[in-house]
């Protein structure tokens, strides 16, 4: 990095990854969920339950990477892998992907994978920077009990290094 604006980037951006998101995240679920709802889906006869999940993400890893001119360029990333919690437990993994796809201002495409006991789901948001304060992100598919899973994840930040999630998720 090479000025205190890239800087600030970098920081506004460790602060909105829990996506992706989350992932970021950011952005995280343990399959424990905290509360359970019955709704109608859109095809008659089908059921699609809404889970509300809350997590815990506290990073691991985290790299930038460089790939271009020095500085912060189009194509430059961000890589975190984060462990994920329910009520202290270790419940899973998370790990995101941010690419710089628009300098000045700064927007960060994001992907994000949760790999949970039950199986994984996928995220994915348009990070517009600087950041704001939370981030919903939306779950794009997944595997295991998760595969047909729909909704968001809504990723705020918890300090330099931690996230809580909130999950809503239709399966």
């Known amino acids: 990095m090479s000025s205190t604006s890239e800087i600030n980037k970098v920081r506004y951006l460790s602060a909105a990854v829990g996506m992706a998101a989350a992932p970021v995240a950011a952005f995280a679920i343990t399959l424990l969920a905290s509360a359970n709802a019955s709704t109608s889906s859109s095809t ?3 059921q699609q339950r809404t889970e509300v999940i809350q997590l815990v993400g506290k990073q691991t890893q985290i790299e930038d990477l460089d790939l271009d001119k020095e ?4 194509g430059d990333q961000r890589v975190i892998a ?3 919690y329910r009520d202290g437990e270790k419940v899973g993994d998370h790990s995101v ?3 710089y796809v628009h300098l000045n201002p700064g927007q960060l495409q994001c992907v994000g994978t949760f790999a949970l006991p039950e199986g994984q789901f996928t995220s994915q948001a348009l990070l517009h920077l600087p950041a704001p304060s939370s981030v919903d992100v ?3 598919g997944g595997t295991g009990d998760y595969r047909n899973a729909q909704g968001y994840v809504h990723t705020i930040p918890a300090g330099e290094t931690e996230r809580q999630f909130t999950v809503r998720i239709k399966r």
């Open 71 to 74: 500085g912060i360029s189009l």
């Open 138 to 140: 939306a779950i794009t």
């Open 44 to 46: 008659p006869g089908t």
């Open 82 to 84: 984060e462990d994920l």
């Open 97 to 99: 992907i941010c690419t």
